[in-house]
């Protein structure tokens, strides 16, 4: 095995992962687990490898088969790539860990079907990162969509319905996103970003160019449910399995928003974005406060934990996709943290809700009564993940919402600013609520003996160390942002 | 007026691709027939597929199946060939088409298990009840 191309093994394992899961799985489902895992490990210590070699030596660019860009398939890997590799495949391998239980427990003998997907989605996660093919983009798309369709539909009552839902509003946006690309091809004849990249300054014919811009960009909010947007996510995450969830959460709309800062900066530049039209920026700022503002409100009439926590996610979005259009170096450091960040957070929220979800069935506020009492380790641990999500020190999310917060003032946006602190202001409220409902309401007829009984072992570990790493991450962000965020930032920032 | 008949017809391509693209639209979001919708999505995602081939036309044009020996001695006129790549693209964009309507048809298949209808509406009443 050499060392040059380390990236495509982190690439290549999970895919070749999922056959295997799903051949040997169909023998004895005791293969699955230790697949999954170790197939997972590997590509987690190799994208760790990776972003130490992207960091000592600078980014370099791969060509699939030999074929050299602007004809074949280029793999572009940057400290932005890099760090996306390790965050998406650490985030699915504690994931993974507690996805096992949970699937085990929801979809009795289907583990190997449900890896297999799984596996995919991760591959076409880790691909979507590396490829610097606007064309192979769309096929990785489509890809990690496919799959996620799959898992939700494996969800009981009416997961199938969202599953559909999702496909509908999903195949809109790729395709949305083909027709992008596809008018970039007629005006520039090449598929390759750096190539798009380097011809468009020479092509005259601004509106086919502006007009390319749109598609893509409402292709990919579609995709990652900017919050006009959003109809499919709420019902898709809450009532797939799990499982699904758990990986789907934290990663498919983080991707999606590394993707827009791809195609807005790698592909088009950012003289073209905000300097010819600086209207088209603070609208889509106005548009991310909305989406702040609504989505939290929204949060707030939920009854479900798992359902407050989709919104929560669509607010979510809406911070980064404002961060990243405020056109400035600390809004743009703040989203790409933001990025880390907030997969982080959701990977320990969702992670505590797995637990409580496989001790208790549900997550409806009603059976959370005492759960303080019942699970202390995981609520715990979830409290963690909502000071971060509320953004209170020393926990991760204070620090990214801190940049964002700055970059806002910079720019003037104060409609953003407010949005956030708004938003801040009802996540507090809405997890003091749970923690209220959990912690001070006594259940009647258990008082006094409230038994304790957590959910194993194998979903406690990995949901601690995400909380912890919650607080390793907050103290160590100065460091994370001047050693990697710094040089993953946009030319130009 | 004049002038617009002109441009349609100058690129009449594009115009049935955006007629095509609306209908198909239309489906998806108008109709409350589940399998109407995923025809409408299959509709949008051919229209694309048009798009893409009709600006690989070229009028005159070879098919691009070149003699190697040939090509080294004299070299390539790529105005004399038709352009392959959009055609190749949309191989791609087929096969992924087939595939997000074959998960499709699969998990309409177990909404219709589940609810015994495919109308939006008629599952919309159940799930109220």
């Known amino acids: ?493 | 007026m004049e002038q617009f008949l002109a441009l349609i017809i100058a690129k009449y391509n594009y115009w049935l691709y955006v007629v095509l693209m609306m209908i198909g639209f239309y489906a998806m979001i108008g109709k409350r027939n589940l399998v109407k919708k995923l025809i409408g999505m299959n509709i949008f995602q051919t229209a694309i597929i048009l798009l893409f081939v009709s600006a690989g036309v070229k009028h005159g044009g070879k098919i691009p199946i070149l003699d190697k020996y040939e090509v080294l001695k004299h070299g390539v006129d790529a105005t004399q060939i038709v352009n392959p790549l959009p055609h190749v693209l949309m191989l791609t964009a087929i096969v992924v088409s087939v595939s997000v309507t074959g998960v499709a048809l699969a998990v309409l298949l177990r909404i219709y298990r589940e609810y015994g209808t495919l109308e939006e509406d008629e599952i919309l009443e159940k799930l109220g009840k």
């Open chain 1, 1 to 493: 095995m050499s060392t040059s191309n380390l990236h495509m093994y982190v690439l290549a394992v999970p895919l070749l992962t999922a056959f295997f899961v799903n051949l040997l799985g169909r023998i004895s489902r005791r293969w699955v687990a230790p697949l999954v895992l170790g197939a997972l490990t590997f590509a987690s210590l190799a994208s760790l490898c990776v972003l130490g070699k992207v960091l000592r030596h600078g980014s370099f660019s791969y060509t699939v088969g030999n074929w050299q860009p602007p004809y074949g398939i280029e793999l572009l890997l940057d400290p932005l790539s890099a760090l996306m590799l390790v965050l998406i495949s650490v985030v699915a391998l504690f994931a993974s860990i507690s996805a096992i239980q949970s699937v085990r427990q929801e979809l009795p003998g289907q583990e190997h079907l449900f890896f297999t997907l799984y596996l995919i989605l991760i591959a076409g996660l880790l691909g979507l990162v590396l490829t610097a093919d606007a064309f192979n983009l769309y096929v990785l798309l489509e890809i990690t969509s496919i799959t996620t369709y799959g898992l939700i539909a494996m969800g009981k009552g009416r997961a199938p319905l969202a599953s559909f839902n999702y496909i509908i509003m999903g195949s809109i946006g790729a395709c949305f996103y083909l027709l992008g690309v596809g008018y970039l091809y007629l005006m520039t004849g090449s598929l390759n970003m750096a190539d798009i990249a380097g011809i468009l300054p020479t092509v005259d014919g601004t509106a086919a160019v502006a007009t390319a811009l749109a598609f893509i960009l409402v292709g990919l909010w579609i995709k990652m449910a900017f919050f006009p947007l959003h109809g499919w996510l709420p019902n898709a995450y809450s009532l797939a399995p799990t499982g699904a969830g758990l990986l789907a959460a934290p990663l498919m709309t983080k991707v999606s928003i590394y993707l827009m800062v791809r195609v807005m900066f790698w592909l088009f530049s950012s003289d073209f974005l905000f300097l010819q039209n600086p209207l088209v920026s603070t609208l889509v700022v106005w548009a991310a406060a909305i989406a702040i503002v609504s989505a939290s409100c929204l949060a707030l009439a939920q009854r479900d934990l798992k359902r407050m926590l989709t919104y929560i996610i669509v607010a979510e979005v809406g911070y980064m996709v404002g961060g990243i259009w405020l056109a400035n170096s600390a809004g743009m450091t703040g989203a790409i943290l933001h990025i880390v960040n907030d997969a982080l957070m959701t990977l320990c929220l969702f992670l505590a809700v797995a637990a409580i979800v496989y001790k208790l069935g549900s997550g409806e506020f009603d059976k959370l009564q005492g759960i303080y009492r019942r699970m202390p380790v995981t609520m715990a641990a979830f409290t963690v993940g909502a000071f971060s999500m509320i953004g209170i020190p020393p926990t991760a999310g204070f620090f990214s919402k801190w940049y964002l917060i700055q970059g806002g003032i910079e720019a003037g946006h104060w409609q953003y600013v407010i949005a956030l602190l708004f938003s801040s202001l009802v996540n507090a409220v809405l997890f003091f609520r749970i923690i209220e409902i959990g912690y001070f309401f006594k259940d009647g007829e258990q008082h006094g003996h409230e038994k304790k009984e957590e959910a194993p072992l194998l979903m406690q570990a990995p949901l601690l160390i995400s909380a912890v790493a919650l607080i390793v991450v907050g103290l160590g962000s100065g460091p994370l942002v001047e050693s990697i965020i710094k040089l993953a930032l946009p030319a130009g920032f």
